[in-house]
């Protein structure tokens, strides 16, 4: 059972068709963690309960006992969200926690609204398997049960059929049983009564159906040949149902098992809460504006460092000063906006270092310091901060059906073609906060640009990798940017890293989540990223207790211990070996595998894709020369 933070859904099925019959009742049909609504069951979305299913309601039917319920901001998400999507986001709380219910005394008017969906069931008589509208059914509320009176006189329960019916716009339909079943309906049977007819082990492959009036059959697995199904019609009904026509969606329906993991994607925007670099240091330049108004070269910005409230500046460098006064002589403004994860990098490079003395402060959201250089650290990493505390804002944006839309490096989706409403009108998004602890870990850039462009090993590998994934987007139809290699070895570093604390720092891997900061080939020098970000922590809580962080001072026994672990795969030398041309359709990994570099789908932001360990380690089977890190002397 879910706690009482949990989110409960209203047990109210208003089925809103015409002529549908519909039933409620006082009590909630089940309990779902609040971070779970954002997460995993927002709206549109399918849910299996125990004598039925249903499909979640957009946030027009989320009830809250008062409009300022669960209601806060993260400033940087919502200009983010409101400058690509178009969103009318309100000012004052346009990120809202789902209702949280109450165990003791359930309520229609607190919850999310559910309708009953698909609305076709089966009986379990396996000598009657029909397929029955929910009409035509009985409701035993005592028992919270469908039941089917039979043709030979008893009475069984009947469940939701496993069938339905969607498209890549994330449209959603009852499964068509006339069209599919007389194949476009080209003789003119009438006939809507039909069994569903299984093999003894329920294996898909032996599914029927079967019309009760004409006799014909026709195999389940022909529902996955292009066109079986028909056309789509637009229909949303997570919104509620159109009193008229819809729009007519120009692409054929496809079929969806309810409860498949492809049947819902949902797509998040998310920020880390930190102090926006620039915006402190303008106004900083702008306090001090009478000592830094006759500057004319960034070293000059030292003789301010000197002199009384100049030591303020002690956070950023000289060029970063005299950037900040450039933009104030040109009349710039501090509200330009940075994609959210060159924001949140420059943050962490601008951290001074730790001081013994120091404690993260209660009131702050983010507090992070730089830890001093450790000897002992590989040599290709440029600098460790660790984050006492952290604050990240998750919120749906919206969700796709069959196939997920890929983010690009930011973190940022391609919404405008891909994405499902969560809403008629809203103006505000469900969302989530998670506080925890993270470390932040930059590798040097000059050593990662050699590695890209000074190895011959690296660039072949990077040109068999980009081949083999715009065949993976060729086949998936999808449009999707190659990342570049630097991201491969940087994901690649992530898993191992994460693999090898989990063991010591107290928290389970799947605890543990990742944060790629990576630069496309090609992006401009002073925009280049290769950082990673392995934070923890939880939604609703106050934080975590600092395992992460400590394990952060013991930064290079974790690398020592990714080289070991990555080094040989169980699977060796066919995982070592494998090549993302081959056969198999792993077109997305390079020496990865189940045995060696995937991690909870929790902690990974790319499915566990994009990974080759043999761009971080000397693997079996690859030239040593494509590893990153060197062996140490």
């Known amino acids: 059972m879910a706690s009482k933070k949990s989110s409960k859904k209203s047990s109210k099925k208003s089925l809103s068709s015409a002529g549908r019959q519909a039933y409620r009742s006082d009590r909630a049909d089940g309990e779902i963690r609040r971070s779970q609504m954002v997460t995993t069951f927002g709206p549109g979305s399918l849910v299996d309960l125990v004598n039925d299913a249903v499909l979640v309601c957009g946030l027009d039917r989320w009830r809250y006992p008062s409009d300022r319920e669960g209601r806060f901001n993260e400033h940087r998400l919502r200009a983010r969200i409101m400058r690509r999507l178009h969103l009318r986001l309100r000012e004052d709380g346009p990120f809202r926690l789902p209702p949280a219910g ?66 890549k716009h994330g449209h959603l339909e009852e499964f068509p049983w006339h069209f599919f079943v007389h194949s476009g309906g080209e003789h003119g049977c009438a006939g809507n009564r039909f069994k569903l007819i299984e093999g003894a082990s329920g294996d898909f492959s032996e599914v029927e159906v079967e019309c009760r009036l004409c006799g014909d059959r026709r195999e389940m697995s022909k529902a996955t040949v292009d066109g079986a199904l028909g056309g789509c019609f637009g229909r949303q009904p997570w919104l509620g149902y159109e009193p008229g026509p819809v729009e007519r969606c120009p692409l054929s329906l496809e079929l969806l098992i309810r409860t498949a993991s492809y049947g819902y994607f949902g797509q998040h925007e998310s920020a880390l809460t930190i102090p926006e670099v620039r915006r402190d240091l303008d106004e900083c330049v702008a306090e001090l504006w009478g000592m830094l108004r006759a500057l004319t070269m960034p070293a000059q910005v030292g003789i301010v460092r000197g002199m009384q409230g100049g030591e303020r500046l002690q956070a950023w460098t000289d060029d970063e000063v005299f950037a900040a006064i450039t933009r104030k002589n040109a009349g710039e403004t501090t509200g330009d906006y940075e994609p959210p994860r060159t924001a949140e990098f420059r943050r962490f490079l601008a951290e001074p ?99 890209e462009h000074d190895r011959p090993a690296v660039a072949t590998r990077a040109q068999e990798l980009e081949r083999a994934h715009e065949r993976w987007a060729k086949l998936r139809k999808v449009d999707a940017r190659f990342p570049g290699i ?51 922590g939880s939604a609703g809580s106050e934080g975590t207790l600092g395992g992460l962080v400590e394990q952060g001072r013991r930064l290079h026994e974790h690398f020592a211990r990714a080289r070991d672990m990555a080094r040989l795969c169980s699977h060796d030398p066919v995982c070592g070996g494998h090549d993302p041309l081959g056969h198999g359709e792993r077109y997305l990994h390079g020496a990865a595998c189940h045995g060696c570099m995937f991690v909870s789908e929790t902690s990974c932001e790319r499915f566990n894709n994009y990974l080759d360990r043999a761009l971080v380690v000397p693997v079996m089977g690859q030239d040593p020369e494509l590893a990153f890190l060197r062996d140490p002397a």
Request: proline fraction near 5%.
């Open 353 to 451: 270092e730790q001081h013994t003395t120091q404690s993260a402060p209660h009131d702050q959201d983010f507090f992070a310091r730089r830890l001093p250089r450790d000897a002992k650290l590989p040599a290709e990493v440029e600098r460790v901060v660790v984050a006492h505390k952290l604050r990240e804002v998750r919120a749906l944006v919206g969700f796709t059906r069959l196939a997920f839309a890929n983010a690009d490096l930011q973190g940022e989706f391609d919404l405008h073609l891909q994405s499902s409403p969560l809403a008629r009108q809203a103006d505000w998004l469900p969302a989530i906060e998670i506080l925890g602890e993270g470390v932040f870990i930059q590798l040097d850039e000059d050593r990662v640009r050699a590695w």
């Open 486 to 536: 630097r991201f491969y070895m940087l994901h690649s570093l992530s898993h191992l890293l994460i693999n090898a604390v989990a063991l010591e720092c107290g928290y389970e891997a799947s605890s543990i989540r990742e944060r790629i900061y990576c630069s496309y080939p090609g992006d401009p020098e002073d925009e280049r990223m290769a950082a990673i970000l392995l934070s923890t």
């Open 102 to 167: 109450d165990e003791e005394a359930p309520s229609p008017k607190l919850g999310v609204d559910v309708e009953l969906f698909p609305t076709w069931f089966v009986c379990q008589n396996q000598q009657c398997r029909e397929l029955v509208k929910v009409d035509d059914l009985e409701y035993r509320e005592q028992k919270h049960r469908f039941v089917h009176k039979c043709g030979d006189g008893s009475e069984q329960t009947a469940v939701p059929v496993r069938f339905v019916a969607t498209c």
